[in-house]
C-alpha cells in the first residue's frame, strides 16, 4: 500500500504493516492508516530521545558530565539518532 502523508511524502507499506494499521483504524485506535503512521514515528522518535537521556543520566552518575547547553544536547541526540527536526 502507498498513501500520502501530505502533498510531500508517500510511504509504502509491506503486506503485514498495512494489515495491522488497518486493523488499527477498525479497532477505533486511529482514525487512519496516516494516523498509525504517524503515531509509531511519533513513538519511535521518543524512545530514541528516552534512551539518550538515560545515557546522560548514566555518564552523569559515571562523573563523565559536561557543561553544554539543552539546546546543543538536544541537536547532538537528534543527530545520533538520525532525526532531523
Do not use: C, H
Not at 7 to 26: K, N, T
Not at 43 to 51: G, S
Not at 55 to 64: Q, T
Amino acid at each position: 500500500m502507498i498513501f500520502a502523508m501530505s502533498p510531500a511524502r508517500i510511504i509504502e507499506l509491506s503486506d503485514d504493516l498495512e494489515a495491522f494499521a488497518e486493523e488499527q483504524v477498525r479497532a477505533g485506535k486511529n482514525a487512519s492508516v496516516a494516523d498509525v503512521v504517524y503515531d509509531a514515528l511519533e513513538d519511535k522518535m521518543r524512545a530514541v530521545l528516552r534512551e539518550a537521556i538515560e545515557d546522560g543520566v548514566a555518564e552523569l552518575d559515571a562523573g563523565l558530565g559536561v557543561e553544554t547547553s539543552v539546546e546543543d544536547l538536544m541537536a547532538e541526540a537528534r543527530a545520533e539518532a538520525g532525526l532531523t527536526l
